[in-house]
């Protein structure tokens, strides 16, 4: 639901209310007693209560705790660790200007701020533009549309709408406002504009970034030609906690490539292998979801010393997993067909199917494999040369 300015008068007004709400478990089983609860002590503020505590719960990877936030406005912010690798990216890039004309409650905003010298933010919807002040204190703000340029100065930030009645949207000309109508309204501007990660970015001149978190591919962000390299595609990888995942590059220039504070960075301009089918190795790597939607499996095969099972698959193979990454030490190669006794003979009574190529749905798999062991093994299923066969593996580390 959304605030009414009345509900975020009184819920600004009232923070004892907020912090009494807060001590509720406001889960599916106990929240129409919750709810009647707060409905006994604060009347018709009940359902505001519950839906501000209960978006702050749901959106803990995206906003700091205490924020004002609703559970629309909370599924639509980008997660803070996307937007500090963006706010990060554009200062490398020498930007001291940024408008985010799609603002909302200021998740963008919070991370620009300290790294870029301006920063405002545009929103048409009034009440975020009121949590988004409380939320980021001093960032001025303009009620206006999308595609009304009302702040001619600095790079514009953009966050158009991804989901239609059918869903995700893949074409950029679907999105709501269109990307052509916002490339008119800014039309000499740089932009970021981010999009869903499944994006049809083929025809796009400039820059492309495909974000994930902990594994989670997030978005794609559709960079113009003036920041970073024109027709460059990254893969970013995001660890959080540290640490750099898959994909370490060593590329030239700010933001191009590395690791720094747990974002690991692979570009196209890097190395690649040639892609020719190889036989497995002692383990199995799966590169992280941001890399493969990149485009970029043969750059990461190349910065680690891996080698693809396929050339139309997504799988490497070698004889070590790369540091920080989770892979999977061969133990022995099967038909699918022989899957079931191969589990069988190695005492398997759990296991982690992962699947690429084949159109195999790993539960209804599991049930068919009916184990009765003690040991936890991974299956890598997948097609070489056409023909699906599976991996029997151990999970390892790098």
Known sequence: MSYTHEDLDWLIGHPEAVAAAEELPLTRRTSVADVASLRARFGD?????????????????????????????????????VAAVRARYLADQGVDAVVDVTCSVGTELAALRGRVAEVVGADLDGVRLRMAARNVPGVPLVRADALDAVVTAGVVVADPARRGARGRITDPAALMPP???????????????????????T????????????????????YTPGLGVPGRRRAVVVRRGGGGGPGA????????????DGVTTLHSGMPETDGEASPVGEVIVDPDGAVVRA????????????????????????ETVPPGVRGFRVLEQVPLKKLRPALAAAGCGSVEILVRGVDVDPDVLRRKLRLTGDRALSVVVTRIDRSPVAFVCEAVRG
């Open 203 to 222: 025809d796009w001149e400039g820059q492309v970034d495909i974000v994930s978190v902990d594994g989670e591919v997030k978005e794609a962000c559709l």
């Open 295 to 318: 485009g970029l499996v043969r750059h990461y095969a190349a910065r680690h010393g891996l080698r693809q099972l396929d050339p139309r698959i997504a799988y490497l193979t070698g």
């Open 179 to 201: 990307l052509p109508d916002l490339l008119a309204a800014y039309a000499g501007r740089e932009m970021a504009v981010k999009c869903a990660p499944g994006i049809d970015y």
């Open 45 to 81: 503020h009940a359902r505001a209560l519950a839906e501000l505590v209960t978006a702050r719960r749901g959106a803990v990877s995206k906003v700091p705790a205490g924020w004002l936030v609703c559970s629309e406005s909370a599924q639509q912010a980008t997660p803070a660790a």
């Open 249 to 260: 590059g060593d590329g030239s220039g700010p933001g191009d490539a590395g690791v720094a």
